[in-house]
């Protein structure tokens, strides 16, 4: 019987600023490598660290529930000039803050 995922808690926001301006650099240069840089791009990562930097300053840090927020609330966005979803962009903001944490991806450890 494998065992569950342990949750990944973050480390309590300490510059929401800074913390907030690393992962809108951060996830706009993603969305631009992936596919193609769109214009839209700015727009997606400025809307999904707005959502991220609200919910880790109402003291959010698990990290599943920050992916399920910026899914649900990135529902909201048009995304019809973009090759992106709602989904895509909440797995990159994990994949960012894991990576920056030094957390593998594959396994959780």
Not at 52 to 63: C, K, T
């Amino acid at each position: 019987m494998s065992e569950p995922i342990k949750p990944i808690t973050l480390p309590p926001m300490s510059n929401p600023q800074q913390e907030g301006k690393w992962l809108q650099a951060a996830l706009h240069q993603w969305l631009d490598r992936e596919f193609i840089p769109e214009a839209v791009n700015h727009q997606i990562a400025e809307r999904a660290t707005q959502i991220f930097v609200r919910q880790r300053l109402e003291g959010e840090n698990d990290l599943g529930s920050l992916v399920i927020a910026i899914v649900t609330e990135m529902q909201a966005f048009d995304f019809s000039k973009s090759f992106y979803g709602e989904f895509a962009i909440a797995n990159a903001v994990s994949d960012l803050l894991l990576d920056s944490l030094g957390i593998d991806r594959c396994c959780g450890q």
